[in-house]
């Protein structure tokens, strides 16, 4: 009984009819579970698996069996039945000298029938492996081919296939690549790592090797920046190397220009930050140089949190709602920020939020750029209170010099009075004008050095002076002993200004208390003699005058623009109904505060 087989096996008998044919037919069918045919009357020859030849019949269809050989995608068995002494007829000369011979097998005759199942099944199973490889080979050239990337099959350095892509990345039909060495399409630093590569391509069913950057020539001469990995299989019954060429042209340019662009942002003076909007908590994932820089906090400490560190007391919640939802809803947003650098020292930030989607149109990332832009903010007010102050005082002035001066041409009053009046409206016109010198020294920031002042004497000798100048003055002064701390030199001034101002009520009273805290030192200046009106105060803490609102004079401004260039801190509290002044400074033995350019 013949083995069982996936399919039953063609075999085709080129024989004259007659009891011979059906005989061996017979055989064929029941012995081997064949499916025997024969050939048309037209000569025309059917498929067939594997097929038995007479010597009368060969003559006739040699041609025809020839050609069904040739055009065979796999290796197709012919038998010749006839005397021991047959010689199989050979390939004629104008036959490829690579072709096979026509015959693979001859039996004589008479042959029994398991001898006769036997020759023919050994063909057949040789067959059904070539079926099986050539299946295989098919398979694998359609796969190569649909595959993006170019694939060269080497052998001994040769190239004996290239597939589409590498057709068209070499700008080469495939006649141009076939048979070429593959060296020919290196340049020439290239040319001794592509050796080598193919000779350490690992045996086969090992593995491959590792991609090496190669730079490829195209037939015309244009450089390819590639890289190639090779690995052996089986090409018509050949171990060959399969050459996989990438082209990275393109990534290795993409590859230049986010360098250049991590560079520039590296080197940028703004802040730049990059969040994960779909992690808990929208962490920090890269912040640049600029930004550890105008913070103070190093990388460490920045990457895996939320940016709200940089929020502080004074950091205004509305804007931070305006952001929130600005993020909430995937919007950009541009907002200027109160915030706080590591070391405590507010800076404003210009906050600009940039949103990123990924390639399927979701919210990934949030592009967030800072700008220290405090000395912008601080002389816009400061500009803004200088026009409003100058304006409303110089013009109140110069109507009380002219009003009066007006009554003493009209003879209307008292010349001398009217002289007196005119000159305490210059004098104050000309302290006016001390103290725009003074503003004017402040927002130019012309005094850049920061010194080392001792605080406690500095508030100690303003104290002194208040109650020699306001004899029934209560004022309390207590300070935690030798107070350092590094200020601008315009702070001396203003802080003997304010407690003279003090000074500026029925019954003068304050108290004033100096404590160090850590790496940070606090001034604070409580007012119960009602000298500062409130809602000066007020005024001052916020970020600018508005139009109906003004001070009378630049003392109060003069001192909170002093503390901040001293890189501390002003801000307005309440003392059961009394104003506080609170102030913080950086201690004199910490690094010096960070300085706006």
Not at 82 to 108: C, H, K, R
Not at 347 to 373: A, K
Not at 395 to 411: D, W
Not at 447 to 471: H, K, M, N, T, Y
């Amino acid at each position: 009984m013949y083995e069982s087989r996936d399919r039953t096996d063609t075999v085709l008998l080129v024989m004259a009819s007659g009891r011979d044919r059906d005989l061996l037919s017979d055989r064929l069918e029941t012995g081997g579970g064949y499916e025997v045919l024969t050939p048309t009357e037209s000569a025309t020859l059917p498929a067939y698996d594997a097929c038995l030849i007479d010597g009368d019949s060969l003559e006739q269809y040699e041609d025809a069996l020839r050609q069904r050989k040739r055009d065979a995608d796999a290796y197709l068995p012919h038998l010749l039945l006839d005397g021991a002494d047959t010689e199989p007829p050979q390939p004629s000369a104008s036959e490829d000298p690579i072709d096979d011979p026509l015959i693979d097998d001859v039996l004589s005759r008479p042959v029994d029938e398991g001898t006769l199942v036997r020759r023919i099944e050994n063909l057949l199973a040789t067959r059904r492996a070539s079926v099986a490889l050539a299946d295989r080979e098919l398979q694998y050239r359609q796969l190569v081919e649909l595959t993006p990337q170019a694939v060269l099959l080497v052998d001994d350095g040769r190239i004996v296939y290239a597939n589409a892509a590498a057709v068209e990345l070499f700008d080469a039909a495939s006649t141009e690549l076939r048979g070429e060495h593959v060296t020919r399409f290196v340049d020439e630093a290239g040319e001794t790592a592509l050796t080598a590569l193919l000779d350490a391509v690992p045996p086969a069913g090992e593995g491959a090797s590792e991609f090496i950057d190669v730079r490829f020539e195209t037939v015309d001469g244009r450089h390819i920046d590639g890289e190639a990995a090779g690995i052996r299989v089986s090409y018509r019954d050949t171990e060959v190397v399969q050459l996989l060429v990438r082209d990275q042209t393109d990534a290795r340019r993409r590859e230049d220009r986010l360098q250049l662009f991590g560079r520039a942002v590296e080197a940028a003076n703004h802040g730049i930050t990059v969040a994960d909007v779909r992690a808990d908590d929208e962490p920090l994932i890269f912040a640049n140089a600029g930004f550890t820089r105008i913070t103070g906090y190093p990388l460490g400490e920045v990457l895996g949190r939320n940016c709200r560190f940089l929020q502080g007391e004074n950091t205004d919640q509305s804007t931070v709602d305006r952001l929130r939802a600005a993020i909430d809803a995937g919007e950009p947003a541009s907002e200027d920020l109160l915030n706080y650098r590591r070391d405590g020292t507010p800076f404003w930030n210009r906050l600009d939020l940039v949103p990123i989607h990924d390639d399927d149109g979701e919210l990934s990332y949030y592009l967030g750029l800072q700008r220290d832009i405090t000395e912008q903010i601080q002389n816009e007010q400061r500009l803004a209170v200088l026009d409003r102050i100058l304006r409303h005082n110089v013009r109140n002035k110069t109507n009380v010099i002219r009003g009066y001066a007006e009554t003493i041409a009209q003879g209307e009053a008292d010349p001398v009075t009217a002289a007196e009046r005119i000159v305490d409206a210059a004098d104050e016109l000309y302290t006016i004008s001390e103290q725009v010198r003074e503003f004017d020294t402040v927002v130019r920031n012309t005094e850049e050095s920061i010194d080392v002042v001792q605080l406690d004497a500095v508030v100690g000798e303003g104290v002194a002076a208040l109650r020699e100048e306001f004899p029934g003055a209560d004022v309390q002064f207590r300070a935690s002993g030798s107070v350092a701390v590094h200020a601008n030199p315009t702070l001396r001034a203003a802080l003997q200004n304010l407690l003279y101002q003090l000074g500026d009520a029925d019954q003068p009273a304050a108290e004033i208390t100096l404590v160090g805290e850590g790496t940070d030192v606090r001034l604070e200046v409580r007012d119960r003699g009602g000298a500062i009106p409130p809602e000066e105060l007020e005024l001052v803490s916020a970020r600018s005058e508005t139009p109906l609102e003004h001070l009378q004079g630049l003392e109060l401004w003069l001192l909170r623009w002093a503390v901040e260039q001293s890189g501390g801190e002003f801000t307005l509290g309440d003392a059961d109904g009394d104003p506080l002044i609170r102030m913080r400074f950086p201690a004199a033995d910490r690094e010096p505060p960070l300085r706006d350019s």
